[in-house]
Structure formats: C-alpha cells, structure tokens
C-alpha cells in the first residue's frame, strides 16, 4: 500500500428504514469497493474505520421508521 488517503465520490440518498433495522459492519478504508453504500462521506486515512451498510428492511406495517442519509460509492481515489 503507497497511499495514506482515500477519497470517495458517492451519491447520497436519503431511505426511510423500520426504525432498528439497520446492519452495519466496520471496514478499513482501504478495502472499501465502488457501489458500498457508506454512512459517512469525505476523506478517510487509510486506516480508518468507515461504517457500511450491510442490509436494512423498509416494511407498510406499523412499525416506527427513522431516516436516515447514505451514500453510495461511485469512485475512490487513493494518494
């Protein structure tokens, strides 16, 4: 690894989710991939812990919803 710094290009979206059903897993920066939806956007060093999405549910019952912001991977620069 010759790089320090990974910068991320995303989209961001805004999703209404059942209110607890968020997955997240943490992951170094530098293994992150194009198309992850994060929850942070920016610069990250390397070695940084960046919360990804896993899997979350959105149902028509009843159940309390929350929003929430993500953002999806469309280009990493490392330097």
Known sequence: MDYSIVRVDVEE??????????????????????????????????NDEVEVVVSYSHSDDKRPKEKIKIYKIKKIERF
Do not use: P, Q
């Open 13 to 46: 979206k805004e999703i209404i989710i059942d209110k607890g059903s968020l997955k997240t897993k943490r992951k170094f920066s530098f293994l992150l991939e194009e198309g992850e939806l994060i929850l942070e956007k920016g610069e990250f060093w390397a």
